[in-house]
């Protein structure tokens, strides 16, 4: 966890630095609980020879996830872009 706020730029030292931490870890848990019980109902109904369809769904699945980590990152680097722009024509103008 401490890694991933590390790298979106957290540089917090109050209580902040402990409450993102606690908030993503639950995000990261009830994601990965989303995953495994929604792919253990699928593999309960698949009738596909040796389970193939669910080890499938679950492939999707987690293809679904890391898509939605790029996006999440993407938006982020955005966010800072955006950020360093502002600030940077902030000081320009001031100036």
Same mark, same amino acid.
């Given at each position: 966890?401490?890694?991933?706020? @590390? *790298? ?7 209580? !902040? ?7 993503? %870890? ?6 990965? *609980?989303?995953? @495994? ?5 699928? @593999?309960?109904?698949?009738? &596909?020879?040796?389970?193939?369809? %669910? ?9 679904? &996830? ?10 982020? !680097? ?9 600030? %940077?024509? @902030?000081?320009?103008?001031? !100036?």
């Amino acid at each position: 966890m401490d890694d991933i706020w @590390y *790298l979106a730029g957290d540089k917090s030292l109050d209580f !902040n630095w402990y409450s993102k931490r606690i908030i993503l %870890s639950g995000i990261i848990f009830f994601h990965i *609980l989303g995953i @495994y019980t929604t792919t253990e109902i699928f @593999y309960m109904n698949d009738q &596909s020879p040796e389970r193939f369809a %669910s080890t499938e769904f679950l492939n999707r699945r987690l293809q679904d &996830s890391f898509l939605i980590s790029k996006k999440a990152a993407d938006i982020s !680097n955005l966010s800072r872009l955006y950020s360093s722009v502002r600030y %940077s024509g @902030y000081q320009r103008h001031k !100036n």
